[in-house]
Structures are given as structure tokens and as C-alpha cells.
């Protein structure tokens, strides 16, 4: 389960409006250049943008690099469909592709259909198992999805801050590699690609030589899967005039394999013979947190995208929890507001650590982002139901909308609830491990109903416990709670 950090809403009316009325100005500016970019070469800085909010590990050739999307340009990345959902690690792909859409470019977001069924070697130090077509196909559905939901939310979460822009929302065509690959046989590929690729490059590659170091070593399978991923920028290069990839930072050496093939098998030359830069790369940094563990992992488990997975709550808990080390920099790379802006409020945040003003503003932006205004809302309030409100004041209806699908919230007819043990109730619905931990906490009093502490083991539910006569609150120590509603047979 998720650790839950909570905060005391401190900030003030007048203060929220003139920070809403700040982003409207500022992104209204930025959907100006973006119908600019559209009609006429115009600077738009996409690049000092990104590098600004510390989206950048590296990039090729920059100067040119940062001439080039002077104009329109075509930028794709890729995601591995190893799950059919998206989880918060994959934030950083899609809005570094998301700053590029808002300034006129054109994205393709790909999904690895092909590639997920060899494998990438990068970043990991033994073979990953071979996922079944069945499997990949699957996931790849899904992803379709969640990536076409993630542009749309963030469409909206955009419009929202400036409503009085025109702004036609770009349809996103997300791409899957496999439908290319399954038309190859392995013959067009070696004549045609592989003849372009040398061994002895491949080998030195990092993701390589970390696995030819290791006890288990690497499946030529998942050699080629540097080639495969080279083909993939060179198909969409001479199909779609693709000219950028941007990749985690353990794709370096796979991004610099397609700039190579395409250098190769379609060489740009001017008058006098030279060879002209006509694709880039851009690599993100791999974000870690201070114990070194991957980013978006709580407790082992990856925190999702989809609410069906992990809970809007747990989602905004996620990114209020953020230490006060890193709450800067993740405010510049998962959110649109200004750096100006994001620098202030560090500042004030600075002032006045304890009111996690910064991890507040982080938490309600990205949950908008990703998961909509009312999302937001519904957080704020279990935040409040939970914690904060005096509870001979709570609405059981306010209750159960905030945390509609949270699996916090269970529901019990109230004649079976009323004929157990609140410890018991406790148990069987996963509060407590098992009747004898029950036990243990109820004699520590760290057993409550509505914060007040359970006096025996066998002290059951009164009329007089229900708040709003509907439900009621179990806690079990200091953070972790259920909200018990109650039906009638």
C-alpha cells in the first residue's frame, strides 16, 4: 500500500487566481507560436524549452539540431509494450513529445510491436524472458489507447489554461513497428539492412558490453534488437520525413544505430560533395530516486496511468509525497507552467517548507494533466475526508464520490457488519493481516473508528459510529485507512 502524506490546504483565493491567471497568459503565448510555426519559419526554442526544464541527458550535433526545428518538424519515440498500460516513467517520453506538438511539429508516438517480441538489451543486466505474440498484441492495444487518452487529457489541460486561444486539437497517429516488420522477410532484411551495419560498431555498443561482461551474456537475439530499432527511424524517415528520435538515456547508443543506417543507405550530399546532418537524436535523463530505486516504483509496484490500476488518490499521493529535494525539478518536467513561475513558487515553498506548497501544486497539476479536472477534485476531498474534516460534518454522498473506485472504499450490508467485531470488519477486509495482528493492534490502541481508538477486540459497530449514517472510517496506525459504506439487504 501506498505511504500517504497529507497537507493542510493553506493557499488563498486571491493567490490561485492570479496563478491561473498567469498560466493562461504565458501558454497563450505558446499556442501563438505554435500557429505560427505553422505558416511561416519561425524560432520556436523547443529545444532550449526542453533542456530548461531538464528534459535533455544528451543530443546530437545541438546547434544544428536547434536550426533545423527552426521549422516543422517530424519527431517520433518509442514505448516497449511490456505492460498495457502506462505508468508515471512514461511521462517523461510523452511530454518531451507533448512540447514539440504544442509548437507546430509533428509527433509520432511508436509503439514496439515488432521489437517487443525480441527484446532490448539496454539497461538490463540478463535476458528478458520472450513475450508471446498473444501477449505483445495485447499489450500494444492497450498502449494504443492510453498514449491517444494521455494527448487528449493533455490537450484539455492545456485549453483550460487558455481558454480564449484558438486551438484545433492535432490528431496523434500512434504507430506500431509491426506493421512494417511483419510484411519482411529475413533475407530483404539482411540484403537490404543489415549489409549497412558493422559488427565490430554493434559490439562496442554499451548496452552490448555490459551484457558480453556478464555471466549470462546476449542471445543474438537481442544483438539485432539495436538494428531492428535503427530500421524503425529509417522507415519512418523515409515515410513520414522523420528527422528526430528522442529515447531514455539507455537508447543512446540504439538512436545513434538509426542516424548511422540512414547516413548509410540514404546519404544527404551538397554540391561539394560533403555529407549533411539530416536526422538527430535527443536522450532523456533516467530519473532515479535518492535511494537509487526507478522512478514511479511505490513499494514495488509501478504507479500507473489508469485509475483502474492505480487509484487517483494514490496517483496524486504519488507526487505530494515527492521530497523537497526533488519537487523542482519534477514541477519543470511534468508540468506546463512556466519556469518563471515554478522558480517563484520554489521560493516561497523555500519559506515555508512544512505547507508543501510545491509538492501541492506539483500533485494537482500532473493528476489534471493526466487525469482531468475533476480528478483533481475528487483527491483534494478524500485528502480532506481523510484527514482534515471534522467528521460530525461529513457527507457520506461526498465520501463515496471522491472515492468512487479507490480500493479504499468497500461497502458491507449493514447487518453483517453490525454482527462482527470492528476488528474482525478490519481483517476481512484487508485493513489488518490477519485476527491475530487484530489483536495485537487493538491492545496497542492502534486500532480506530473515526479516530477514536478501538477499546476491545470485541467492540463492534453502534448507530452512533455512522457518519452521515452511511459508513465509517477504520484506521489502522497513523496512515493506512478504509472507508466502510454500508447497504441494506
Not at 511561416?40 to 546547434?63: C, I, M, P, Y
Not at 536526422?279 to 509496484?301: D, R
Not at 486500532?447 to 477486540?457: A, M
Request: charge should be neutral; glycine fraction near 6%; aromatic fraction near 8%.
Amino acid at each position: 500500500m501506498i505511504n500517504i502524506i497529507t497537507v493542510n490546504p493553506v493557499e488563498s483565493r486571491e493567490k490561485k487566481f492570479q496563478l491561473m491567471a498567469f498560466e493562461a497568459f504565458e501558454l497563450a503565448n505558446v499556442l501563438k507560436k505554435r500557429r505560427k510555426l505553422e505558416h511561416t519559419e519561425q524560432s520556436n526554442g523547443v529545444l532550449d524549452e526542453l533542456e530548461s526544464r531538464g528534459f535533455v541527458a544528451q543530443v546530437t550535433s545541438r546547434d544544428k539540431l536547434q536550426t533545423h526545428l527552426k521549422y516543422p518538424a517530424v519527431v517520433y519515440a518509442g514505448i516497449d509494450p511490456t505492460a498495457n498500460y502506462l505508468h508515471v516513467g512514461h511521462l517523461l517520453p510523452l511530454l518531451s513529445l507533448y512540447h514539440f506538438h504544442i509548437r507546430g511539429h509533428r509527433v509520432i508516438p511508436l509503439i514496439g510491436g515488432a521489437t517487443g517480441l525480441v527484446g532490448d538489451p539496454s539497461g538490463r543486466d540478463t535476458e528478458r524472458p520472450l513475450s508471446s505474440e498473444d501477449a505483445v498484441e495485447y499489450n500494444v492495444r492497450g498502449l494504443k489507447s492510453a498514449i491517444s487518452n494521455f494527448f487528449v487529457s493533455a490537450d484539455r489541460y492545456l485549453r483550460r489554461r487558455a481558454p480564449t486561444v484558438a486551438y484545433n486539437e492535432a490528431e496523434i497517429n500512434v504507430k506500431n513497428n509491426l506493421s512494417w516488420f511483419k510484411k519482411m522477410n529475413l533475407l530483404e532484411f539482411l540484403r537490404d539492412t543489415g549489409v549497412h551495419a558493422r559488427v565490430n560498431t554493434m559490439i562496442a555498443r554499451d548496452s552490448v558490453q555490459s551484457r558480453l561482461s556478464s555471466q549470462q551474456g546476449i542471445s543474438f537475439t537481442e544483438f539485432t534488437y539495436q538494428l531492428l530499432q535503427a530500421y524503425d527511424f529509417l522507415y519512418l524517415h523515409q515515410n513520414y520525413s522523420c528527422s528526430v528520435q528522442i529515447g531514455g538515456s539507455d537508447q543512446w547508443g540504439n538512436i545513434i544505430s538509426g542516424i548511422d543506417l540512414i547516413n548509410r543507405v540514404q546519404p544527404l550530399i551538397d554540391e561539394d560533395g560533403k555529407h549533411l546532418e539530416q536526422v538527430y537524436g535527443i536522450t532523456t535523463p533516467l530519473l532515479t530516486t535518492a535511494s537509487g530505486a526507478k522512478f514511479g516504483k511505490s513499494a514495488g509496484n509501478a504507479v500507473t496511468l489508469d485509475a483502474k490500476k492505480t487509484s487517483i488518490f494514490d496517483f496524486y499521493q504519488f507526487f505530494l509525497r515527492v521530497p523537497d529535494a526533488e519537487v523542482g525539478k519534477y514541477l519543470k518536467m511534468f508540468t506546463l507552467l512556466p519556469v518563471e513561475m515554478i522558480e517563484a513558487r520554489i521560493k516561497e515553498h523555500e519559506e515555508k517548507p512544512e505547507a508543501r506548497l510545491a509538492q501541492r501544486l506539483l500533485a494537482a497539476e500532473v493528476t489534471e494533466l493526466v487525469h482531468g479536472e475533476s480528478a483533481v477534485r475528487r483527491a483534494e476531498v478524500a485528502t480532506q475526508v481523510l484527514y482534515y474534516a471534522k467528521l460530525d460534518t461529513i457527507e457520506s454522498k461526498e465520501v463515496f464520490a471522491a472515492l468512487k473506485d479507490d480500493p479504499r472504499l468497500h461497502f458491507e450490508p449493514k447487518e453483517v457488519a453490525f454482527s462482527q467485531s470492528i476488528a474482525k470488519l478490519a481483517v476481512s477486509h484487508g485493513l489488518i493481516a490477519s485476527n491475530t495482528a487484530a489483536k495485537q493492534l487493538v491492545a496497542s490502541k492502534g486500532l480506530y473508528v473515526n479516530n477514536k481508538p478501538v477499546e476491545s477486540y470485541r467492540q463492534t459497530l453502534t448507530d452512533e459510529d455512522l457518519l452521515g449514517g452511511e459508513c465509517v472510517i477504520l484506521r489502522s496506525g497513523s496512515q493506512q485507512q478504509i472507508v466502510l459504506g454500508f447497504t441494506h439487504k
